[in-house]
């Protein structure tokens, strides 16, 4: 079965940092374009980031305040993001898939085929 799962979600401080981590089961995320996504409560699906089977990146919603990067010897993807805000509420997502693509400053999750079942991060004192 072919899986993508998160982990790093919890509670953080305003002015914080992050880094959530993304897995595969049954493929290896080095031969897939890798994008992370959220979903803040009452709102809609945006793509933060994403990485290309090469080393592309591509900024979506969240620029200038997040990256990615892969660990290939690990077989994850990273997130990391900088001063967190009440605002970085949401469900995290990470998703792998064919290619990475902006459409309207947001990534395009057309390019994705396998998403996992996200991580909640809260942002809060």
């Known amino acids: 079965q072919l899986q993508v799962v998160e982990s790093g979600g919890g509670l953080v401080q305003p002015g914080g940092s992050l880094r959530l981590s993304c897995a595969a089961s049954?493929?290896?995320?080095?031969?897939?374009?890798v994008g992370w996504f959220r979903q803040a409560p009452g709102g809609e699906r945006e793509g933060i980031i994403c990485?290309?089977?090469?080393?592309?990146i591509y900024e979506g919603s969240v620029k200038g305040r997040s990256t990615i990067s892969r660990d290939s010897a690990a077989g994850t993807v990273h997130l990391w993001m900088n001063s967190l805000k009440p605002s970085d509420t949401a469900v995290y997502y990470c998703?792998?898939?064919?290619?990475?693509?902006?459409?309207?400053?947001?990534?395009?999750?057309?390019?994705?085929?396998?998403w996992g079942k996200g991580t909640l991060v809260t942002v809060s004192s």
């Open positions: 998703a792998a898939g064919r290619y990475c693509e902006l459409m309207n400053g947001d990534i395009d999750p057309n390019g994705m085929d396998y």
């Open positions: 049954g493929f290896t995320l080095d031969y897939y374009a």
């Open positions: 990485i290309s089977r090469g080393t592309d």
